[in-house]
């Protein structure tokens, strides 16, 4: 697979100005962008449209977490826009994940519908304040399993995840990893992160990179650094 199919970039800007002048510096360079719940509540399904018509791929990172009938509906709705991915919590069990599965099976050039598995703000203590008895690590591969089983595409995981969910039963599932940071970047508030190179290595099939690109002084550069990173990956994994 090429890198430039593989590195998605993450808008996390407030408003479509934002967002679209960044964009534009990084035009022939990278191909697939990530709209969150902050420029999604903002600028809507125009902004998704944009970013198609300019030509790019989109991941609606939306995160559904709701009764099945209505991520039912959500994932439809969403569909409308042209996204390629589009995320939803498999916390919410294998009907709503059926449900959403089905909603997705019947549209045309469907997204393909990735589950986020444990957010990694999570730790044990969040984990146990909210009455899980396992440890995080557990937590994890149970929700990956469970979200497979019931059809999803891919899961959403952090780089220390992939080892494990590539030797479970999820294991043919598309990883798609944030908490990416090139070796000389700053950590930020990720705390379970990996390079690049290791995350390919390591069995990712995307990356989520935001602010080693959103901040850098030439955003460009430092995509075309990690996408040669990621290519070089490529050549010694698996
Ligand atoms: O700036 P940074 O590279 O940390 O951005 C990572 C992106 O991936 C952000 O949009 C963040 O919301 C998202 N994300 C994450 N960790 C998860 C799921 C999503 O960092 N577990």
Redesign the pocket.
């Known amino acids: 697979m090429n890198a430039h199919d593989q590195l998605i970039v993450?808008l996390?800007f407030p408003a479509r100005a934002e967002a679209l002048s960044f964009v534009d510096r990084l035009e022939g360079t990278v191909r697939w962008f990530?709209v969150?719940l902050e420029l999604y509540i903002a600028e809507g399904r125009p902004m998704v449209e944009e970013l198609r018509r300019r030509g790019h791929e989109v991941f609606l990172?939306l995160k559904m977490h709701d009764i099945p009938n209505t991520v039912a509906g959500g994932v439809r709705s969403a569909s409308a826009c042209g996204a390629g991915l589009l995320t939803i919590h498999a916390g919410g069990g294998p009907a709503m994940i059926a449900a959403a599965m089905e909603a997705a099976a019947a549209i045309q050039d469907r997204p393909r519908i990735l589950a986020?598995t444990l957010?990694?703000s999570m730790d044990a203590a969040q984990v146990r304040a909210v009455g899980i008895e396992t440890t995080p690590a557990q937590q994890v591969l149970r929700l990956a399993e469970m979200a497979v089983a019931s059809g999803v595409d891919g899961l959403?995981c952090?780089p220390e995840e992939i080892i494990s969910i590539r030797s479970s039963a999820a294991q043919d599932a598309q990883l798609v990893v944030?908490?990416?940071r090139p070796a000389t970047a700053v950590a930020?508030d990720?705390s379970r992160i990996a390079t690049p190179g290791d995350a390919i290595r390591y069995g990712a099939d995307m990356l989520?990179?935001?602010?080693?690109i959103t901040r850098a002084a030439n955003p460009a550069q430092a995509a075309t650094d990690i996408l040669a990173e990621m290519t070089a990956a490529s050549l010694t994994a698996k």
């Open positions: 993450a996390d990530k969150g990172d986020v957010l990694t959403v952090s944030p908490g990416i930020d990720q989520v990179v935001g602010r080693p």
